[in-house]
């Protein structure tokens, strides 16, 4: 079963998705800023920088074990769509 949404992200760390129990999901930024992804503790900048999904790009993350998916942005707000397989 597929399951779909919008998630608005801002400036502290915010679940976008849970991946426990799914084969994959994939994220698609449709706002205009880039949105970093990552754990828990994900950052814009810094130690715990987490992977920079640019504006309009498309990722597809394998299943991870069951750990959630979370992001945040440096300023501003941003926009993901994810759809879990």
Do not use: K, R
Request: no cysteine; proline share 5%.
């Amino acid at each position: 079963m597929s399951t779909a949404g919008t998630v608005t992200v801002g400036t502290t760390a915010t679940e976008i998705f849970q991946l426990a129990f799914q084969p994959g999901v994939i994220v698609e930024n449709t706002g205009d800023v880039t949105v970093f992804l990552g754990g828990e503790s994900v950052a814009a900048s810094g130690a715990d920088t987490g992977f920079p999904l640019a504006a309009g790009a498309v990722l597809t993350i394998p299943w991870s074990g069951g750990e959630p998916l979370y992001g945040i942005v440096a300023s501003d707000t941003g926009t993901v769509a994810f759809l879990s397989s």
